[in-house]
């Protein structure tokens, strides 16, 4: 019998987790269906309701409803709890576990995909939302030497700074942009919606150290305003967030099916030149 997914969101018609997933699920031999929701924005849990009850196994969770399946959950894992954000659900019964993959996708990519360990490394977080908050805990598991978090709102980077804190003892420095000063970064990862509006955030190209990864985490964009002032700089290993979004969604696979599918072939299909 054929085992149903889905990816629920709206707009949903932008996602590539069908196309992932279903990847996924021949490699590995799998028998599953993997489908795009529609949900209106006020009836997630109506929709979400709707596709257990027709036999839904599980499903991922896009933009704007990832804090409404953090409320709908019964069990969140600690990486939901931290980020305040779902992004993977599954279903047995009348529970709903809930996890977020997205910095552990995040983590894998730049570790194993780009083979660039963080152990020791500088890493400066640019923006405080829901991708930052996702991210924190595995960069810092990853045990860094220094981890900055500047926002335009320095509240909400402390705010989020003492969060991460509660669960790891590694101090996160929060700071405005205009704090950064003269201060370089081994690792400099853009987790601001900037990208997706060509804008860019009020960043100066000497946070960028020799040798540095820029990293943005918006995919499919090409040269985004981030990376090509990285790329002014003088970085040569620039890295956009195809890589990420094939990570997490190889460790949801994981989480439901028990098996991990390898990630190469669905990062060369989904990359964008960065030119």
């Known amino acids: 019998?054929?085992?149903?997914?889905?990816?629920?969101?709206?707009?949903?018609?932008?996602?590539?987790?069908?196309?992932?997933?279903?990847?996924?699920?021949?490699?590995?031999?799998?028998?599953?269906?993997?489908?795009?929701?529609?949900?209106?924005?006020?009836?997630?849990?109506?929709t979400v309701d709707a596709f257990r009850a027709a036999g839904g196994r599980g499903m991922n969770v896009t933009a704007p409803f990832k804090l409404d399946a953090c409320?709908?959950?019964?069990?969140?894992?600690?990486?939901?709890?931290?980020?305040?954000?779902?992004?993977a659900m599954k279903f047995d019964g009348d529970r709903v576990f809930a996890e977020n993959f997205d910095g552990v996708g995040l983590v894998r990519d730049?570790?194993?995909?780009?083979?660039?360990?963080?152990?020791?490394?500088?890493?400066?977080?640019?923006?405080a939302g829901g991708a930052t908050r996702g991210a924190?805990?595995?960069?810092?598991?990853?045990?860094?030497?220094?981890?900055v978090l500047v926002n335009?709102?320095?509240a909400k980077a402390?705010?989020?700074?003492?969060?991460?804190?509660?669960?790891?003892?590694?101090?996160?420095?929060?700071?405005?942009?205009?704090?950064?000063?003269?201060?370089?970064?081994?690792?400099?990862?853009?987790a601001t919606s900037a990208s997706l509006t060509a804008q860019l955030p009020p960043l100066k190209a000497q946070v960028f150290a020799p040798g540095s990864l820029a990293y943005e985490l918006a995919y499919g964009k090409g040269l985004t305003p981030f990376?090509?002032?990285a790329q002014q700089a003088g970085v040569t290993h620039l890295a956009d967030g195809v890589g990420m979004l094939a990570e997490q969604a190889a460790e949801a696979f994981a989480w439901w099916r028990g098996v991990r599918p390898d990630t190469a072939a669905v990062i060369h299909q989904l990359t964008v030149p960065l030119v």
């Not at 409320?71 to 992004?87: F, I, K, W």
């Open 152 to 154: 335009r709102t320095v």
């Open 71 to 87: 409320e709908y959950a019964t069990d969140l894992a600690p990486s939901a709890q931290m980020a305040g954000a779902v992004n």
């Open 110 to 127: 730049m570790v194993h995909n780009l083979a660039r360990p963080l152990k020791g490394q500088r890493v400066l977080l640019l923006g």
């Open 1 to 46: 019998m054929t085992d149903r997914y889905a990816v629920i969101g709206n707009p949903i018609e932008q996602s590539k987790s069908p196309l992932i997933h279903t990847a996924f699920a021949q490699v590995t031999g799998h028998d599953i269906s993997y489908t795009k929701v529609l949900a209106p924005l006020d009836g997630f849990a109506d």
């Open 136 to 147: 924190l805990l595995p960069l810092l598991a990853q045990q860094p030497a220094q981890v």
């Open 158 to 190: 402390h705010e989020l700074s003492a969060l991460a804190q509660r669960h790891n003892p590694l101090q996160v420095q929060a700071l405005g942009y205009e704090d950064l000063h003269d201060m370089a970064f081994d690792v400099v990862i853009n």
């Open 227 to 229: 990376l090509k002032l």
